[in-house]
């Protein structure tokens, strides 16, 4: 008889490391030729699409770091708190949180000067987004509720506080669609190259991914974060006060998450509507666990997720390949990296008996 | 005001529209607790639950019979699980992970194959849903009558499940097994039980149920498909998973009063109420987590949830 088995096996080299999430990827985009084939594309048009409808012209290509954008910002928010083990799912609600603080302050505050807005608008989306999961950080830390169930339902919650406020207060005088007013121009965020949406959010992005490396690297906090993912246990013992790690760690990856909200709505919206994101923070920990949990991984990550986002919607006006495969290919990206990952640790013996 | 609320008709309608929001709740519920019981978290639920409705549906619209289409959703469901069991049973995966990848993969793939099938229709297409089917003399009990017994046959076979799931969780050996298996896998291998093909079956089973809760919402609650149909029903159902403290009975009472939330909102509704819209959608999630507050301090989780089962194994 033969039995398979998983066993541990000897650690992979450095360079194995950077190679296996590029072999995940060219595994998914093969494994993308399924549900294209079966949707009737051709395989070669459908790939040339995708890529060039990301990559192709100048526009295109400046279009996909403007998706990469919101993805970077929730891919780390999620890094960030699940190398932590602070399972917090919640980024759509924390992203919604930041746009939405930042929409109350971009139409309100009339009367600070120009210069000075933008930046309250972003402090203000960070603090909500932050302390929308400081909830959640809270209820774990204090009383034992699980953080995976109880950040799932805030992004319901959230939902619905937008919803109620855009249909009140917060509603277009005059209109009868749930959106806001637009923000004041002194809160938009500035454009950076002509003909295009390339927007001070990028860079911003670029930054975000520099600051957590830092954090992870080089401080105590960083340190003390990971050693409460490691093992909380040990770390308390180890004298690191866990609790307020774990609510610092929140703070940041729930801040982050609000400044995916803030970028969509001082640069691409400009006012607050309830389809503001298309899932944002949900692609967020899918790119999160490609890059393996890294600052640098979920950049890379985000950029490829952002590639097939703006690609399939060129893909799909060419060869009527329905656009959702682009969510289709995330999923299947999630589980060929799982996968992947297992044999960095573990390889398959096959027992003959 | 208050005359319209306390009148016969509007609790009657309250207890039906209770018991009609519970039903896929109940569904998901029971079948999230039969695998969380065996040790395995499932959060592929919502998208199974998604998957569950789409295909439902689908089916239903190619083949004009409900139950046909109650079959696949059905299928698909324990097709999805058979994935999620793969991932995190027999690779060992971290559950929370791969539950995540099954439920992102599954919302896409439903959405998908319904525009595959039906394009971008101005306006969606619709079943013909099913009917409430009244139990002869328990119906024409006054106020309570018309809105338990007058009920779609889902919502009978999901209130038959409670106890169903109850008695072979705790009055029979198979569920002897799947609790052993769920807080002591080691010791339940000792005495020949096969960890993994326990979990495997269980997994198979809840995703059938769960399958079954969503494409109560595409054939009976509604009888259209829509994008944000499931609306996190799948994520309230972990939640009363762990307000039941992993009992059916316990869990399906959850599912209830969260049904009778849902319902109460769709009911002050349809009375024209002019509150914010909203802020009574929000209550149901809202009141869910105040609950977790109250149970996870004494919550008995199955000591075996979220650990992979491996076999010692020396290298060579």
């Not at chain 2, 919502?46 to 619209?61: K, P």
Request: charged share 10%.
């Amino acid at each position: 008889m033969i039995s398979i088995r998983i066993v541990k096996r000897e650690p992979l080299p450095g360079w194995a490391r950077i190679l296996i999430p590029i072999a995940a990827i060219i595994v998914t985009l093969i494994l993308s030729a399924i549900p294209i084939l079966i949707a009737g594309g051709k395989l070669w048009k459908s790939y040339y699409f995708l890529f060039y409808g990301a990559l192709g012209t100048r526009f295109n290509l400046l279009e996909t770091f403007v998706k990469a954008s919101p993805l970077i910002f929730t891919g780390l928010a999620v890094a960030f708190a699940f190398r932590a083990k602070f399972w917090n799912i919640g980024a759509e609600g924390q992203l919604l949180a930041g746009a939405l603080a930042a929409t109350w302050a971009g139409i309100y505050f009339t009367g600070v000067p120009g210069f000075m807005l933008l930046p309250i608008v972003m402090i203000s989306g960070f603090l909500a987004g932050g302390l929308w999961a400081s909830i959640p950080a809270i209820l774990k830390t204090k009383l034992r509720v699980d953080d995976v169930v109880s950040t799932l339902l805030l992004n319901y919650v959230m939902i619905h506080i937008m919803g109620a406020l855009l249909f009140g207060p917060l509603q277009q005088p005059g209109s009868s669609w749930p959106r806001s007013s637009e923000i004041i121009e002194a809160a938009k965020y500035p454009m950076l190259l002509s003909k295009s949406r390339f927007h001070l959010g990028i860079p911003l992005a670029f930054i975000a991914v520099l600051i957590i490396l830092f954090i992870n690297k080089k401080t105590i906090f960083g340190y003390q974060s990971k050693a409460v993912g490691v093992n909380i246990k040990a770390a308390h013992f180890g004298g690191i006060n866990t609790t307020s790690v774990i609510l610092l760690t929140a703070l940041i990856s729930g801040g982050l998450a609000g400044l995916a909200g803030v970028g969509e709505l001082c640069a691409i919206q400009y006012r607050l509507i309830k389809d503001i994101s298309p899932g944002y923070g949900y692609s967020g920990i899918v790119i999160a666990m490609l890059g393996n949990l890294h600052p640098v991984g979920v950049l890379f990550s985000s950029l490829f997720f952002s590639v097939i986002i703006v690609g399939a919607q060129t893909m799909s006006r060419m060869t009527g390949v329905p656009y959702y495969i682009a969510e289709v290919i995330q999923g299947m990206a999630l589980m060929v990296m799982l996968v992947f990952l297992l044999f960095t640790e573990f390889r398959i013996r096959v027992l003959r008996k | 005001m208050i005359g319209e609320i306390l009148n016969i008709a509007f609790i009657t309608g309250l207890i039906g529209a209770t018991m009609r929001m519970a039903t896929p709740i109940i569904f998901a519920t029971i079948g999230e607790i039969l695998v969380e019981r065996s040790g395995v978290l499932n959060l592929g639920i919502e998208g199974i639950m998604l998957m569950g409705a789409m295909t439902g549906f689908l089916v239903t619209f190619i083949s004009g019979s409900l139950w046909v289409g109650v079959l696949a959703a059905a299928l698909v469901g324990m097709i999805l699980a058979l994935l999620m069991a793969f991932l995190s049973v027999f690779l060992g995966l971290s559950q929370h992970v791969s539950g995540l990848g099954i439920t992102l993969f599954s919302s896409g793939l439903a959405m998908f194959i319904y525009r595959l099938h039906f394009g971008s229709p101005v306006i969606p297409p619709i079943v013909q849903p099913f009917t409430q089917v009244a139990i002869p003399l328990l119906s024409k009990i006054p106020v309570i009558g018309p809105g338990l017994f007058d009920q779609y046959m889902l919502t009978y076979i999901a209130l038959l499940l409670i106890p169903l799931i109850s008695i072979i969780l705790y009055k029979t050996k198979i569920g002897l097994k799947i609790r052993t298996v769920g807080e002591n896998p080691l010791a339940a291998d000792t005495v020949g039980v096969n960890v993994n093909l326990t979990r495997t079956l269980c997994l198979v089973a809840g995703g059938a149920l769960m399958g079954t809760g969503g494409a109560f919402l595409t054939l009976a609650h509604q009888n259209m498909f829509l994008i944000d149909v499931i609306g996190g029903r799948g994520w309230v159902s972990i939640a009363m998973v762990i307000f039941g403290n992993w009992d059916p009975l316990k869990g399906a009472l959850g599912a209830i009063i969260f049904g009778f939330l849902d319902g109460l909102q769709l009911r002050l509704q349809g009375l024209g109420f002019r509150v914010a819209f909203d802020i009574f959608l929000m209550i149901p999630y809202l009141l869910t987590i105040v609950v977790l507050v109250g149970v996870s301090r004494k919550a008995s989780v199955p000591a075996g949830l979220l650990k992979p089962y491996r076999r010692e194994e020396k290298g060579g």
